[in-house]
């Protein structure tokens, strides 16, 4: 299931697409499609080095969120520990 659409669904999506653009231009579409998709992945991937470009600059230390990252991890893993022993006494 993706999006919560079925594979029913989705076969019937692609078939109206085909009805309307027609077979020939498919193709088209679905390489503007992955152009406009690379060309955003490259805007994200831009912004977060000129993010992370400005963080060095002002002296902030992008190992802080690595820190964080490990933190919330551990609890997460505290937590679905004492829920497990929850679980097993229900």
Known sequence: MFLFISGVEIVFILFIVV???????????ARELGKGMRQLKNATN???SEIQKSAEKNGLDSDF??????????????LEN???SVKRKL
């Open 19 to 29: 009805m309307i653009f027609g077979s020939d231009k498919l193709p088209g579409i």
């Open 82 to 84: 004492f829920t497990g």
């Open 65 to 78: 969120t690595k820190g964080i990252g490990d933190e919330v991890t551990k609890v997460k893993d505290d």
């Open 46 to 48: 831009e912004v977060k």
